[in-house]
Antibody, heavy 124, light 107 residues
Framework: QITLKESGPTLVKPTETLTLTCTFS??????????MGWIRQPPGKALEWLAV???????RYSPSLNPRLTITKDTSENQVVLTMTNMDPADTGTYYC????????????????WGQGTLVTVSS | DIQMTQSPSSLSASVGDRVTITCRAS??????LNWYQHKVGKAPKLLIY???TKQSGAPSRFSGSGSGTDFTLTISSLQPEDFATYYC?????????FGQGTRLEIK
């Protein structure tokens, strides 16, 4: 079965760079149609999509956060990494990685398996 | 970006009630609409995709309908484990966008 687990720092300082790793099993990110995404939830707020990476290494980002985000994959380690630069207290929240339902159309993105999430606090 | 608006933002209901949550898209998205259930401290769970297709494992009391800009999620008979926050999400175009959520509380 598909499992995902996020890891990374729980506390970062303002202006620092956040690096989160999602380690997954149960599927191959090289299989045509595969993809993985990152979604976050600030405390008391709604889910917010951040980025997605596809089987062919195509990547798409939230326009509002695009300059600060980078998503990469390491298929040999079954990991996807998200980096977010210039962290701000407004970036505090729970960060989830999620498996994108297989689809060749990169515009069709929804998420059928999620990690438990990792809480990141931005504070000096 | 496609804006997703859910109503109501919160809802109080009793076990056994029939509940309907609505989601409206700012433009037509055909049936590219998905529903998630999210409980505090847990991973969000996909309930419905493509507006009306139940995800494997989703209880039969959950159903979805709609197309174009207006969609609904219906729970036919609320169970104690259904109290959670529900989100709609469009998968018609990038960027992916979610509704603001509907918090379903026990009356």
């Amino acid at each position: 079965q598909i499992t995902l687990k996020e890891s990374g720092p729980t506390l970062v300082k303002p202006t620092e760079t956040l690096t989160l790793t999602c380690t997954f099993s149960g599927f191959s990110l090289t299989a045509p149609g595969a993809g993985m995404g990152w979604i976050r939830q600030p405390p008391g707020k709604a889910l917010e999509w951040l980025a997605v990476i596809y089987w062919d290494d195509d990547k798409r980002y939230s326009p509002s956060l695009n300059p600060r985000l980078t998503i990469t994959k390491d298929t040999s380690e079954n990991q996807v990494v998200l980096t977010m630069t210039n962290m701000d207290p407004a970036d505090t929240g729970t960060y989830y990685c999620a498996h994108r339902r297989d689809a060749y159309d990169i515009l069709t993105n929804y998420f059928d398996y999620w990690g438990q999430g990792t809480l990141v606090t931005v504070s000096s | 970006d496609i804006q997703m608006t859910q109503s109501p933002s919160s809802l109080s209901a009793s076990v056994g009630d029939r509940v309907t949550i609505t989601c409206r898209a700012s433009q037509s998205i055909s049936t590219y609409l998905n529903w998630y259930q999210h409980k505090v401290g847990k991973a969000p769970k996909l309930l419905i995709y493509a507006a009306s297709t139940k995800q494997s494992g989703a209880p039969s009391r959950f159903s979805g309908s709609g197309s174009g800009t207006d969609f609904t999620l219906t729970i036919s008979s609320l169970q104690p484990e259904d109290f959670a926050t529900y989100y709609c999400q469009q998968s018609y175009d990038l960027p992916v966008t979610f509704g603001q959520g509907t918090r379903l509380e026990i009356k």
